[in-house]
């Protein structure tokens, strides 16, 4: 019965992506998921992409409620997730953007999860290019996901990705609006998330990732830049996780005073979070250093945030996490060539 299921706020953003927009407007209404609200919001496009979103939708007959809106001026993808927000009337959030496709099942899969427990869902995508061919997947079968926001605090990332994120209105509802001094919902919720009642991974291909050029996420920008154009890639993602962890210091305050956490786990991620921002500070000026600088400071680098790590979690998580970090980010953008090389003798799944 569809008065059982819980009602879901499917969110689907668009900006200039007049040439995928009808695609991913299909794979909304096709959701077997019956109990389903599409809000469907155009922030400010330049180009045809609204003209397109009301031809698809003008002759909708189906069970989905469907609402098409658009922002006046361009508001940016958190300030405009935040608006919707308070427009969704669903106790579960599911977001997809306009260049993207949700595949028939992923709404009552995603549901059938979040139902479970969890207050946070995402799932494997199917890379897909921008005539829709398919390139395989997001991450190979088996990905291991970080449920705890300590395992996130430790290793100062969150291991989700944006494209295929689902989670339970109530975080909205304790934590608040999205910042807006970083870019995207996947640097927010999931963390918010795994203070509450955990993050759970389905490892089944239920979104379409497109990749054409024009896209947001970081991994896809750095595509062809040349070895001068990836350093100065790398420097602006270390300024963008330092901002994150500065924002995941704020929620543990929040998740503290509504009681999610003690102050002890608080004092800890605020001293675990500041050790990874002065981390990826360091990291930046490896990047902007003259060669010979970055190969004297690097070990010195090391010695010193181990040993800055070393107050908070074992030996050997202290070496493995600031050997990675260090590593993931001098080498990919000072040597990407040898840091693929060692990912895939490591056999890394991402």
């Not at 969704?88 to 028939?104: H, K, L, N, R, T």
């Not at 830049?225 to 305050?253: E, H």
């Not at 675990?272 to 990047?287: C, S, Y």
Request: aromatic share 10%; glycine share 8%.
């Amino acid at each position: 019965m569809v008065d059982s299921l819980p009602k879901v706020s499917f969110l689907l953003l668009t900006y200039n992506q007049e040439s995928y927009v009808a695609e991913a407007i299909r794979g909304a209404i096709s959701q077997s998921y019956e109990s389903l609200e599409i809000i469907i919001s155009d922030d400010a496009s330049e180009d045809g992409t609204l003209s397109k979103i009301c031809a698809e939708v003008a002759d909708y007959t189906g069970r989905h409620s469907i609402v098409v809106r658009k922002n006046l001026d361009n508001m940016g993808i958190n300030a405009h997730f935040n608006r919707l927000f308070e427009l969704a009337s669903g106790e579960m959030i599911i977001v997809a953007a306009g260049d993207d496709i949700s595949y028939e099942a992923r709404v009552e899969r995603v549901v059938k999860a979040l139902k479970k427990g969890a207050s946070c869902v995402f799932t494997n995508a199917r890379l897909i290019d921008s005539q829709g061919n398919e390139k395989g997947s997001f991450v190979k079968p088996g990905y291991k996901h970080m449920r705890s926001w300590r395992e996130m605090v430790i290793a100062g990332t969150h291991g989700t990705w944006g494209c295929t994120l689902a989670w339970d209105r109530k975080v909205f509802d304790l934590f608040g609006p999205m910042p807006t001094n970083i870019l995207g919902e996947d640097a927010v919720i999931p963390f918010r998330c795994a203070l509450m009642d955990g993050v759970e991974y389905i490892d089944e291909e239920l979104v379409g990732y497109r990749y054409h050029g024009d896209n947001v996420s970081f991994w896809v920008r750095e595509q062809g830049l040349s070895y001068a154009g990836l350093r100065r890639m790398g420097i602006k993602i270390m300024r963008f996780k330092s901002q994150m962890c500065m924002n995941w210091m704020r929620d543990l305050d929040v998740a503290c005073s509504r009681g999610l956490i003690k102050e002890a786990d608080r004092e800890w991620g605020e001293a675990v979070l500041e050790e990874n921002i002065q981390l990826f500070n360091d990291t930046k000026m490896l990047l902007m250093a003259p060669l010979w600088k970055m190969l004297l400071l690097f070990p010195v680098c090391f010695v010193v945030h181990t040993a800055a790590m070393l107050k908070h979690v074992s030996m050997a998580i202290a070496i493995k996490q600031t050997a990675w970090k260090l590593l993931n980010g001098v080498l990919h953008y000072r040597f990407p060539a040898v840091h693929q090389k060692i990912r895939t003798f490591l056999g890394r799944n991402t």
